[in-house]
């Protein structure tokens, strides 16, 4: 009969664990600590640890980088190019871009006056072009494509710096967002500094921004402290610190906001109703990052049988509820898209027709494509074919596989069967990007200038290097192609309309949403832009400050 | 017993080898490669990028060479370079070594002088209150999967409570010994909590078994107090196994604990080798993986050896 | 890692203090393990755990993917028993559905482990000499390759996940068994009956299955026992590394996994296949608690 008391006892631990977890309400954050030393530090829940600093060879998005290394340009928080280092974005209109005579483009760079590296050396056009070479002889660089374009640099003086182009592109000032101080690494092979251990670790991690490198502890913590010399003036960076804490984890990072002890940090999508604490608050920040689901009709590794009719595509598309995917699985916290340009973009096309979620009128468009349940098995076939095909989905990417799980459910309303299959990062990425699968739900960053060639432009060893899916459509072709040579803003915009619709008609992939990043913010925290691009939110971070 | 100690010793290099091969025969069949990472940003990459880093990594050579450099290269102490970082392997992980064995070393500390009393004493007072709450507690610990323990404690005492900090070492600017303990609670116990449940379990198996033996009787009947019998005789030669196990346990220490490095952001080797496994980053593999395999087969000569030591009854052949 | 080996390790290590007798009669031991009312108890709650997991597809109240996006998360009501999860399924049924998962994994791997662990310690063990240090070697090269990377890849070659997760499982439990069953032969094969039958000219094989493993089977059996809970803790643990089944197939472990980031808000969601675990793990424990003493004579 004693034996019972074990089982009370079981059960008495069982109860207290859980009647602490969840009987008593939060106590108050007692908000992050400030120092003994009075100084104002950021302390930020960071999702990540960083590989390397060095912009160039980190194969992670950088943002941490450039509060150190500043570039010619950055992005705002109204995705737009603005100019750091440089005065002004070259371009016709200002007579920074002009045509050669042999068709070639020079553009002229003026660079700022007086801007002094951590060292206190002066940062001119001797970097820039330091920086240049740097990318043209390190093949890791991940868009040298883009570099590549550059033939010639020519330093006209300490503050100007020419690039000529081999042809026109809308990238021209979307590189260059960091710059490597050549007084530190010029007696060091390219390869040599690619493995630079003091650059790829600090403390010879220098650049001109408003923070200087401080301190790296692996796998805990990165430092990074005031500038006192900052070129904006000495008031700046207004901030005396930032800690940025490696917090990979998404509940522990959760947690981590909910004590109060970080400044800033993001969350996911499902976590913002839970938030509620005082003296922080949520960040909706629009993103460049569009969700879609891509339909593999190349003819090695894809379905094309299943997904090579537009009709069936269509028909995919309109037995998909996205409007039930956004309001109620992540809680109205995206928006809806038709196309690949997100609505943060100027490019961004509204007026799409897309198909509307009707399922009656995907069987109908089903059936006219012949597929049809002819042996009554409740899943749909032709000429002896299933209409049955797998999602590959990344193992970890919960909101992905959320996603996929529901469009599975969805499509065996109309007589599809969808099967899942996870895999690993790595072996996820070798399958996809030898396009050895058959659906998928991704997420791509759109970039900056909105170039779409590179996903969607028919797979021909130059172009679409990332297309994955087998698509391709000579008419879009054509339209990309000539956007990407378009300066003219409102030109381009014609063009990437019609581009978008196209490949809208095309429905090889199947747009979801464009995803709004979830941040919280603290309350004290002063001039906080966010800004959704892949080279994130500290754009501005010298003029913020902790109140 | 020297010979014996000098025969283990050799045989433990053809062991090493196998275990190399083996692993490195695992780590390359794993689909995937360490140019995935490249993709991981979510931008477009040039597919020449792509080869261009393959070749400068080396992973475009066949396997076989592939190891034979790299086992070239490990015989004279060079470790190789990390993929993903471009350092030295040897370094990365020394550099995770104060803090792993700061964790792991105290929640073994704190389980073994927790774990040996209790075991001892729910053996002696056997079917007691004690025991039975000693025995459900352990059970209960042992049933919790280890990332639902360490998010529930995150949980009360970091959002609810506010008494321990969520992540991290140390809180930067702040600093000291009292911030330091702070930080290292909840990770070492979490850690602890398994180890104090399996060893006390252990012990006290290995206590009852001692208790009914002939001599412990023996003892009784000459007259020895309860007391003296049980502190000297009993708990002597129950803890001989369990001091072996313990003692293969420490080459645990080394290899650190991924779940609850991950949860507490803990700067740990266990975190450092699931990343290095996703990023496919062979050398640093390979490296955590022998160091790893050389402690186990270390720790695992010298559990035997004193096993021998403790225990008179074993003869080495 | 080390929290997946370690799991193993505390309940492993319990197995291996059993001290090995002569075999019981069956009866006896029946009568004994009736005595210890806990471990029937849960045995009991087990049983009617199992039966109703396996009977989900009769008795569930929903089908277990059938997302309802309207009612996502819902608490507990007279609908949904349990609540409903993430995409608005219902948690009981998912619940049912994800122990015969769990359950299965648990009990196979458990098998799998034993199997491999009695042969290769037993072979160990009797013949000795060469033998057994080859295979005690072996032994420690399995024991000191990391179970992850392997993870990764059997897992990429298996068709079914749960099938591969079996398989790691059982290829990485065995060790602890195999040594157990060592030590026990080691002690049990200098016994009278044993040289007896080798005098009288039986095959080895022969006296280690007739002879030798009837008398060390309760070391055998208690350890398999602990097994099960031990390959239902690990199928969580790979859950929280993105290694586990497959959604929207639910195991308990892939369940906690999910809810963690809503812990929160929505606790019925960690609470309920948490408790599953718990439950499931500590009446194993019980059993085999009960078990070590029935098969123990000198108790």
């Given at each position: 009969m004693r034996k019972w008391r074990l089982a009370l006892v079981a059960i008495l631990l069982l109860g207290c664990t859980f009647g602490m977890l969840f009987a008593s309400g939060q106590k108050e954050p007692a908000g992050v600590k400030t120092p003994e030393s009075g100084k104002k530090i950021l302390y930020v829940a960071y999702d990540r640890e960083l590989d390397v600093l060095n912009p160039f060879t980190s194969q992670m998005l950088c943002d941490l980088q450039h509060n150190v290394s500043e570039g010619l340009i950055i992005t705002n928080d109204k995705n737009e190019f603005i100019p750091v280092l440089a005065k002004e974005i070259p371009t016709f209109e200002n007579g920074g871009v002009v045509k050669n005579a042999d068709g070639t483009y020079d553009m002229t760079w003026h660079l700022h006056e007086g801007v002094l590296?951590?060292?206190?050396?002066?940062?001119?056009?001797?970097?820039?072009?330091?920086?240049?070479?740097?990318?043209?002889?390190?093949?890791?660089?991940?868009?040298?494509?883009?570099?590549?374009?550059?033939?010639?640099?020519?330093?006209?003086?300490?503050?100007?710096?020419?690039?000529?182009?081999?042809?026109?592109?809308?990238?021209?000032?979307?590189?260059?967002?960091?710059?490597?101080?050549?007084?530190?690494?010029?007696?060091l092979s390219w390869d040599e500094i690619a493995r630079y251990e003091p650059f790829n670790r600090g403390p010879k991690f220098i650049g001109t921004g408003p923070?200087?490198?401080?301190?790296?502890?692996?796998?805990?913590?990165?430092?990074?402290?005031?500038?006192?010399?900052?070129?904006?003036?000495?008031?700046?960076?207004?901030?005396?610190?930032?800690?940025?804490?490696?917090?990979?984890?998404?509940?522990?990072r959760f947690n981590a906001m909910k004590s109060g002890a970080y400044h800033i940090g993001q969350i996911e999508a499902t976590q913002v109703k839970d938030f509620n604490v005082k003296g922080l608050h949520v960040e909706m920040i629009p993103s460049n990052v569009f969700y879609y689901i891509d339909l593999n009709v190349t003819p090695n590794g894809g379905r094309p049988e299943l997904f090579g009719d537009v009709r069936v595509r269509r028909a995919l598309y309109q037995a998909i509820d996205r409007k039930a995917i956004v309001d109620q699985l992540l809680e109205g916290t995206v928006q809806i898209a038709n196309s690949p340009i997100p609505p943060t973009s100027g490019f961004h096309n509204p007026n799409i027709s897309a198909p509307k979620y009707d399922p009656q009128n995907a069987k109908k468009l089903l059936a006219e494509a012949g597929w049809k349940d002819t042996n009554g098995d409740g899943i749909l076939d032709k000429n002896g074919v299933k209409f049955s095909f797998t999602f590959m989905n990344r193992s970890g990417r919960a909101d992905r596989i959320a996603i996929a799980q529901v469009v599975q459910a969805q499509l065996k309303q109309i007589g599809i069967e969808v099967n899942m299959r996870e895999y690993e990062a790595a072996a996820w990425s070798e399958r996809w990007r030898n396009s050895n699968w058959d659906a998928q739900v991704g997420g791509w960053f759109m970039s900056s200038d909105a170039s779409l060639t590179n996903y969607y432009h028919t797979r021909d060893g130059k172009n679409g290097s990332n297309n994955f899916t087998g698509m391709g459509n000579a008419e879009l072709d054509k339209l990309m192609a000539e956007a990407d040579k378009t300066l003219d803003f409102d030109k381009r915009k014609v063009l990437l309309d019609k581009a978008q619709q196209i490949i809208a008609?095309?429905?090889?992939?199947?747009?979801?949403?464009?995803?709004?990043?979830?941040?919280?913010?603290?309350?004290?925290?002063?001039?906080?832009?966010g800004s959704g691009t892949n080279l994130g939110n500290w754009w501005n971070a010298w003029e913020w400050d902790l109140k | 017993m020297l010979r014996y100690?000098?025969?283990?010793?050799?045989?433990?290099?053809?062991?090493?080898?196998?275990?190399?091969?083996?692993?490195?025969?695992?780590?390359?069949?794993?689909?995937?490669?360490?140019?995935?990472?490249?993709?991981?940003?979510?931008?477009?990459?040039?597919?020449?990028?792509?080869?261009?880093?393959r070749a400068r990594l080396?992973?475009?050579?066949?396997?076989?060479?592939?190891?034979?450099?790299?086992?070239?290269?490990?015989?004279?102490?060079?470790?190789?370079?990390?993929?993903?970082?471009?350092?030295?392997?040897?370094?990365?992980?020394?550099?995770?070594?104060?803090?792993?064995?700061?964790?792991?070393?105290?929640?073994?500390?704190?389980?073994?002088?927790?774990?040996?009393?209790?075991?001892?004493?729910?053996?002696?007072?056997?079917?007691?209150?004690?025991?039975?709450?000693?025995?459900?507690?352990?059970?209960?610990?042992?049933?919790?999967?280890?990332?639902?323990?360490?998010?529930?404690?995150?949980?009360?005492?970091?959002?609810?409570?506010?008494?321990?900090?969520?992540?991290?070492?140390?809180?930067?600017g702040v600093g000291g010994f009292v911030d330091q303990l702070k930080h290292i609670i909840m990770p070492a116990t979490v850690l602890s909590m398994h180890s104090i449940a399996g060893w006390s379990r252990y012990m006290r198996s290995s206590m009852l078994g001692v208790l009914n033996q002939d001599y412990i009787r023996t003892a009784h009947s000459k007259g020895l107090s309860r007391r003296t019998v049980i502190s000297v005789h009993a708990v002597k030669n129950a803890s001989i196994p369990v001091v072996s196990v313990m003692t293969l346990d420490i080459a645990r220490l080394f290899s650190g604990a991924v779940i609850t490095e991950t949860i507490f952001g803990w700067p740990g080797i266990g975190r450092m080798f699931i990343q290095a496994m996703h990023a496919r980053d062979y050398p640093l593999l390979m490296g955590i993986m022998m160091m790893g395999s050389t402690m186990v087969v270390v720790f695992n000569l010298i559990a035997d050896v004193i096993y021998g030591w403790l225990d008179p009854r074993i003869t080495y052949e | 890692m080390s929290e997946i080996m370690t799991d193993g390790q505390g309940m492993a290590l319990a197995a291996e203090g059993i001290t090995v007798k002569l075999r019981s009669n069956a009866k006896i031991t029946w009568e004994k393990f009736l005595q210890h009312k806990l471990a029937v108890v849960a045995s009991l709650f087990l049983l009617t755990l199992a039966a109703l997991c396996f009977l989900a597809p009769l008795i569930a109240p929903f089908e277990f993917d059938a997302i309802d996006l309207a009612n996502i998360r819902k608490p507990p009501s007279a609908k949904h028993l349990l609540g409903t999860d993430a995409l608005g399924r219902d948690l009981l049924t998912r619940l049912l559905?994800?122990?015969?998962?769990?359950?299965?994994?648990?009990?196979?791997?458990?098998?799998?482990?034993?199997?491999?662990?009695?042969?290769?310690?037993?072979?160990?063990?009797?013949?000795?000499?060469?033998?057994?240090?080859?295979?005690?070697?072996?032994?420690?090269?399995?024991?000191?390759?990391?179970?992850?990377?392997?993870?990764?890849?059997?897992?990429?070659?298996?068709?079914?996940?749960?099938?591969?997760?079996?398989?790691?499982?059982?290829?990485?439990?065995?060790?602890?068994?195999?040594?157990?069953?060592?030590?026990?032969?080691?002690?049990?094969?200098?016994?009278?009956?044993?040289?007896?039958?080798?005098?009288?000219?039986?095959k080895d094989r022969l006296i280690i299955v007739r002879h030798v493993l009837p008398n060390i089977s309760n070391s055998i059996i208690v350890g398999a026992t602990l097994g099960v809970g031990n390959a239902i803790i690990t199928e969580s643990s790979l859950s929280f590394l993105g290694l586990g089944v497959s959604p929207p197939t639910p195991t308990w472990g892939n369940m906690l996994m999910d809810s963690q980031a809503t812990m929160s808000s929505q606790p019925w969601l960690t609470i309920f296949p948490g408790m599953a675990i718990l439950l499931t793990v500590l009446c194993v424990n019980f059993i085999g608690d009960g078990l070590q003493d029935a098969l123990d004579p000198t108790l």
């Open positions: 590296w951590h060292d206190g050396v002066e940062f001119t056009a001797e970097d820039v072009k330091f920086t240049l070479d740097f990318v043209h002889n390190t093949p890791a660089v991940y868009n040298q494509s883009e570099y590549n374009k550059i033939i010639k640099a020519k330093i006209v003086d300490k503050y100007t710096i020419v690039f000529t182009w081999d042809d026109l592109y809308t990238f021209y000032p979307g590189i260059f967002e960091a710059m490597l101080p050549k007084h530190v690494l010029e007696n923070f200087m490198f401080e301190e790296w502890k692996s796998g805990e913590y990165i430092r990074i402290v005031r500038n006192p010399n900052y070129w904006r003036g000495k008031q700046y960076p207004l901030i005396d610190e930032m800690v940025w804490q490696f917090i990979p984890d998404q509940t522990a008609d095309e429905v090889v992939s199947l747009y979801l949403y464009y995803r709004d990043s979830p941040w919280i913010v603290s309350d004290r925290l002063v001039n906080f832009r | 100690v000098i025969r283990r010793t050799i045989q433990m290099v053809p062991l090493l080898l196998a275990i190399s091969v083996v692993i490195f025969t695992i780590i390359q069949a794993a689909p995937g490669g360490p140019e995935g990472t490249l993709l991981d940003r979510g931008m477009f990459v040039d597919p020449a990028a792509i080869d261009a880093y080396g992973v475009d050579q066949p396997i076989f060479v592939q190891y034979f450099k790299w086992l070239g290269a490990m015989l004279t102490g060079d470790m190789g370079i990390s993929f993903q970082t471009q350092r030295p392997v040897l370094i990365m992980i020394l550099e995770r070594m104060p803090d792993t064995l700061r964790l792991m070393g105290l929640s073994f500390v704190v389980a073994a002088i927790i774990a040996i009393p209790l075991g001892v004493f729910s053996a002696v007072k056997q079917y007691s209150t004690f025991d039975f709450i000693a025995t459900g507690a352990s059970f209960v610990a042992i049933a919790m999967p280890v990332f639902w323990f360490g998010l529930m404690m995150q949980y009360l005492f970091s959002v609810k409570l506010q008494w321990l900090p969520v992540a991290g070492t140390v809180t930067v | 559905y994800g122990g015969r998962i769990s359950i299965t994994i648990g009990l196979t791997a458990a098998m799998l482990g034993t199997a491999i662990g009695t042969l290769i310690g037993s072979m160990a063990g009797y013949f000795g000499g060469r033998i057994d240090n080859l295979l005690m070697r072996l032994t420690d090269l399995a024991y000191s390759i990391p179970t992850l990377p392997l993870i990764i890849v059997i897992s990429s070659y298996s068709n079914t996940q749960a099938v591969g997760i079996v398989m790691i499982i059982g290829f990485f439990s065995w060790m602890q068994t195999s040594r157990v069953v060592r030590g026990a032969i080691l002690s049990v094969k200098e016994n009278e009956y044993v040289t007896a039958a080798r005098a009288l000219g039986s």
